[in-house]
């Protein structure tokens, strides 16, 4: 396959993944996957820049807007951050930026990475008045009335506090979902008879996507701030740290976990430690982000297009469990589309028991020629819906059969039929 074949390959390839994980909140591969599939549509279009088009996933920066929501554009860009998953990453980030900064050793700020929704918040002279999503960087939603339903934030600051706030200023945070509440959540959902939520972020980007606040009220939202900013003239903190400190001085929810590191074998050991025990913390994070803490050194490094080259977030690698696909059964989706599912042998995996994976379609299915009683590898990067990603043909038992796509459809023995150019089954009743 040439370069320019693949490069759009790779660029349907990741539209169709930004609607399933961003519209749909049904996503399909891992982060990590999700990543390898963007590096290397950048590599290639660097390495052949006159296929580069202002349509490629490479040339914007956030998610798509929401239909509904009146727009907001940002007082400054909210670009994300560049992605790496192991320690030769970190020391290759912490080598550019001493390149960067002429030699000189950096200090950094570590904290979690909570997996929610990015948020810009507005406040003047201590008072909440506008709250947006990220959107595509340059502008988002405004989710204002959404947002004060949350009641970790704060409406106001604290009135000792007020006189010596910054007229205006803005906070950087995540939406999020515990664990407890997203399993709340989705057991309401179930007994209404609603699909439940793929995991707890999908969770919060489908309640901050309502556009009647009353529901939202009633979804166990919760929020976590690691950013301040003021607008030009105005005194600025000098430190990262410093602008967590007074972010929890003046009444916004920070999180308790987040360190000064004095060197970077201190942030490797940081993310060695988080990656082993994320499942004792009460909501889900999928890495780790770390920050050059001076805001001065920070200014000095910049940033690229698409990222700062101050932060990176340190993802965890995906985790995995082997389990014993008992049984292939058939999901029949509202528009007809006929999916298939793996029951499993149940199996504690990222701190839940798993008993069930999406297949996502027959073509999947063929690829990985699962079958009933094979022994299966299951996957949860990036804490989405698990996945079978691999059959262990060793286990195999010898009676096994392939799984024969159905001529008709198990609920009411229409017939079955493939939509030419697609991969979905779809019953014709």
């Not at 807007?65 to 951050?81: A, D, K, M, N, W």
Request: proline residues 6%; glycine residues 6%.
């Amino acid at each position: 396959m040439d370069a320019r074949h693949e490069i759009l390959k790779l660029r349907e390839e990741i539209a169709r993944h930004d609607y399933l994980y961003y519209v749909r909140a049904e996503p399909e591969i891992s982060d990590q996957e999700y990543d390898r599939l963007f590096l290397r549509l950048r590599e290639l279009e660097e390495q052949s820049p006159e296929w580069i088009t202002s349509d490629s996933p490479t040339q914007r920066i956030g998610d798509a807007l929401t239909e509904g929501f009146q727009v907001v554009r940002h007082p400054f860009p909210l670009i994300s951050l560049d992605n790496s998953y192991d320690e030769a990453d970190i020391l290759s980030f912490h080598q550019r930026v001493v390149e960067g900064l002429d030699g000189r050793q950096p200090s950094y700020v570590c904290e979690p990475k909570f997996d929610g929704v990015a948020v810009l918040l507005r406040f003047e002279s201590g008072r909440f008045v506008q709250g947006a999503t990220r959107g595509d960087g340059a502008q988002g939603d405004d989710i204002t009335a959404n947002l004060r339903t949350i009641r970790s934030l704060p409406l106001c600051v604290f009135s000792e506090k007020r006189s010596s706030l910054p007229k205006t200023f803005f906070v950087r945070g995540e939406a999020y979902m515990s664990k407890a509440d997203f399993v709340d959540c989705n057991r309401e959902r179930e007994e209404a008879g609603d699909k439940p939520f793929a995991n707890p972020r999908n969770s919060t980007a489908g309640s901050l996507k309502l556009l009647d606040p009353a529901l939202v009220a009633r979804r166990p939202l919760s929020l976590v701030c690691y950013g301040l900013s003021t607008e030009s003239g105005q005194e600025q903190p000098a430190t990262q740290s410093e602008s967590l400190s007074r972010l929890r001085e003046w009444g916004f929810p920070v999180s308790p976990y987040w360190v000064k590191a004095a060197s970077i074998e201190n942030v490797i050991e940081y993310w060695s430690r988080w990656q082993d025990h994320r499942d004792e913390l009460p909501f889900e994070i999928d890495g780790v982000v770390v920050k050059v803490d001076s805001l001065a050194d920070q200014r000095t490094l910049g940033q690229t297009a698409r990222a700062p080259r101050w932060a990176m977030a340190f993802k965890f690698s995906a985790r995995q469990a082997k389990t014993v696909l008992e049984r292939i059964v058939l999901q029949l989706g509202r528009t007809g589309i006929l999916t298939p599912v793996a029951e499993l042998q149940p199996v504690p995996l990222g701190g839940v028991v798993i008993r069930r994976a999406t297949l996502h379609n027959f073509d999947e299915l063929k690829r990985l020629d699962a079958r009933e009683g094979d022994t299966v590898l299951l996957e949860r990067g990036g804490d989405v819906i698990p996945k079978i990603v691999a059959v262990d043909d060793a286990l195999r038992p010898d009676h096994s059969k392939p799984f024969r796509i159905p001529r008709k459809c198990p609920s009411c023995d229409a017939p079955v039929e493939r939509v030419e150019g697609e991969v979905a089954y779809r019953c014709t009743n």
